[in-house]
């Protein structure tokens, strides 16, 4: 037993060697890809995957923020819980229940006008900017050729 845990620490360096190198390549890669859609740049593309990550970290502070205030949970809950709701309703009854006990699809009438359009808003506010932040930051860096 107390060799095969010597032999675990002997290999803490050759593991963590091996998750750098994975994410250095992870890194290099991701710069080649942004490289080739802005145009060959890889100064630019870099710029723009470090500007990805600051983005993921801001969003990962703000959710512990989030997460560490009852007031902000239950703000967040507020607005998307009916969103929740509603698509529960569609999937576990009308899917799912409503087959089972009737033989045939329930129907949920789609949201539709103001209230689709501040549906989509609110949810895309709380779980979707990462994406839109991305494509931003590709717009707004390029350079002018």
Do not use: H
């Amino acid at each position: 037993m107390l060799t095969a845990i010597l032999a675990f620490f002997q290999a803490v360096p050759a593991i963590f060697s091996g998750v750098t190198a994975f994410t250095q390549a992870y890194y290099d890669a991701k710069v080649r890809l942004v490289a080739i859609r802005v145009g060959g740049d890889v100064d630019v593309a870099k710029q723009i995957v470090s500007g990805v990550v600051a983005e993921g970290q801001t969003r990962i502070q703000f959710l512990n923020a989030v997460a560490n205030s009852k007031f902000l949970m239950f703000i967040v809950g507020g607005f998307a819980a009916p969103w929740m709701f509603y698509q529960a309703k569609v999937v576990m009854w009308d899917k799912i229940i409503c087959m089972w006990v009737l033989g045939t699809y329930g129907f949920t009438p789609p949201v539709e006008g103001t209230v689709g359009t501040w549906a989509g808003w609110i949810i895309g506010g709380i779980f979707g900017t990462g994406g839109a932040m991305a494509v931003g930051q590709m717009f707004f860096n390029r350079r002018e050729r």
